[in-house]
């Protein structure tokens, strides 16, 4: 169940910075995480917690979150950042996974 | 390290069911308060929750899958399994098994993934 909602394509110019938004209710109350993927992969965590990065993620990747509004910084995006990314949280009761549509990324 | 591998016929016919297994390796799923779950991917489109397990036995379904699907576990063999039943070529989708962490309910770790095809 889709409860968050994305844009589905953002593009940017190459090394420069990107914004990746992820909008719904629950984002008041609820962390955001996000992942990245590119094709023929799976997923990977890139964010979670609205702002930590797992270990092993580049810097260049940022989140922060605000109200009903989740999003993902790229500062200084590379080619290889040319994928698609979804938010993820739970509803606004807590219980039930929402998941974004996704965003497709890409890197002019 | 926890890692995850999807297992299962990569070919299904139309009406008969589906069922796939997701083997935990480097940790016990009853050392986890996790929850273990399923994701799909139908061909060109995004990521979609199927539903998963919590480490105590309690499911939760995606709500337009929930009346076809049933995931279980069985943790003296490490491993947690779906089973989709009355399957169409709508159902045509690589099927990923993930970790949710009950910190933060981030997915932090997935399966590679394995297409599963209904004709």
């Known amino acids: 169940s889709s409860e968050l909602t994305q844009d589905p394509a953002v593009s940017v110019a190459l090394g420069q910075t990107v914004r990746i938004t992820c909008h719904g209710d629950s984002l008041r109350s609820y962390y955001a995480n996000w992942y990245q993927q590119k094709p023929g992969q799976a997923p990977i965590l890139i964010i979670y917690g609205n702002d930590n990065r797992p270990s092993g993620i580049s810097d260049r990747f940022s989140g922060s979150s605000a109200g009903d509004t989740a999003s993902l910084t790229i500062t200084g995006a590379q080619a290889e950042d040319e994928a698609d990314y979804y938010c993820n949280s739970r509803d606004s009761s807590g219980d039930h996974v929402v998941l974004g549509g996704g965003t497709q990324l890409t890197v002019l | 390290q926890v890692q995850l591998q999807e297992s299962g016929p990569g070919l299904v016919k139309p009406s008969q069911t589906l069922s796939l297994t997701c083997t935990v390796s480097?940790?016990?799923?009853?050392?986890?308060?996790?929850?273990w779950t399923w994701f799909r991917q139908r061909p060109g489109k995004g990521l979609e929750w199927i539903g998963n397990i919590f480490h105590s036995g309690s499911t939760d379904y995606n709500p337009s899958l929930k009346s076809r699907v049933v995931i279980s576990a069985d943790t003296s063999e490490n491993q947690f399994s779906l089973k989709v039943n009355s399957v169409t070529a709508a159902d045509t989708a690589v099927y990923y098994c993930a970790r949710e962490s009950y910190d933060y309910w981030r997915f932090d770790t997935w399966g590679q993934g394995t297409l599963v095809t209904v004709s």
């Open positions: 480097g940790g016990s799923m009853n050392n986890c308060e996790c929850y």
